[in-house]
T-cell receptor
Framework: GENVEQHPSTLSVQEGDSAVIKCTYS??????FPWYKQELGKGPQLIID?????GEKKDQRIAVTLNKTAKHFSLHITETQPEDSAVYFC?????????????FGSGTRLQVQP | ETGVTQTPRHLVMGMTNKKSLKCEQH?????MYWYKQSAKKPLELMFV???????ENNSVPSRFSPECPNSSHLFLHLHTLQPEDSALYLC???????????????FGPGTRLTVL
């Protein structure tokens, strides 16, 4: 089955700096890669996703990049703000024909220092 | 109510009790999921239902019994639990078709379960 590894487990940055979280996956058939943000006392929320036919996707201050050859993908947050503090999870799955449920990484606790 | 709701938000039970967790989705989705979240395994898939049919059981012990009476409601019946079952139980939903659920999942806030 799929195995997703996520690094780092904790990340502390100063407000305004950038933050990068990296994930690797094992199954080359995986083609859908979402990122979830979980704030304290809440369930995970989908913040951005990318499919294997795209190398990069941006949405305001967040972006995700995908390297299919190396089987890794990354979340980039620019101009971080205190409200970005949360736990972030990456995931991988097969979407479409032969779809398979999401396999999540172990999470990254991001702390943005004001 | 909007999105995915879960009740109760907190539950404390003894090992001999029987209790149930409830999840309801207001998104018109066809697939629903139970996850267990703990410090040891942050997001562990337990069960998947698509159009009320169970499509995945991730080797979950029989002391956890899911029920999906319709596409909007999902229950997790609990009995004879162990202290190590203490965790946050998350429900999620997604769209799907008859060949299977899609992967864009929407999560509820979870039920924090403590087993004494």
């Amino acid at each position: 089955g799929e195995n997703v590894e996520q690094h780092p487990s904790t990340l502390s940055v100063q407000e305004g700096d950038s933050a990068v979280i990296k994930c690797t996956y094992s199954d080359s058939a995986s083609n859908y890669f979402p990122w979830y943000k979980q704030e304290l006392g809440k369930g995970p929320q989908l913040i951005i996703d990318i499919r294997s036919n795209v190398g990069e996707k941006k949405d305001q201050r967040i972006a995700v990049t995908l390297n299919k050859t190396a089987k890794h993908f990354s979340l980039h947050i620019t101009e971080t703000q205190p409200e970005d503090s949360a736990v972030y999870f990456c995931a991988a799955s097969i979407s479409g024909t032969g779809r398979r449920a999401l396999t999540f990484g172990s999470g990254t606790r991001l702390q943005v220092q004001p | 109510e909007t999105g995915v709701t879960q009740t109760p938000r907190h539950l404390v039970m003894g090992m001999t009790n029987k209790k149930s967790l409830k999840c309801e989705q207001h998104l018109g989705h066809n697939a629903m999921y139970w996850y267990k979240q703990s410090a040891k395994k942050p997001l562990e898939l337990m069960f998947v239902y698509n159009f009320k049919e169970q499509t995945e059981n991730n080797s979950v012990p029989s002391r956890f019994s899911p029920e999906c009476p319709n596409s909007s409601h999902l229950f997790l019946h609990l009995h004879t639990l162990q202290p190590e079952d203490s965790a946050l139980y998350l429900c999620a939903s997604s769209q799907g078709d008859r060949t299977g659920p899609y992967n864009e999942q929407f999560f509820g806030p979870g039920t924090r379960l403590t087993v004494l």
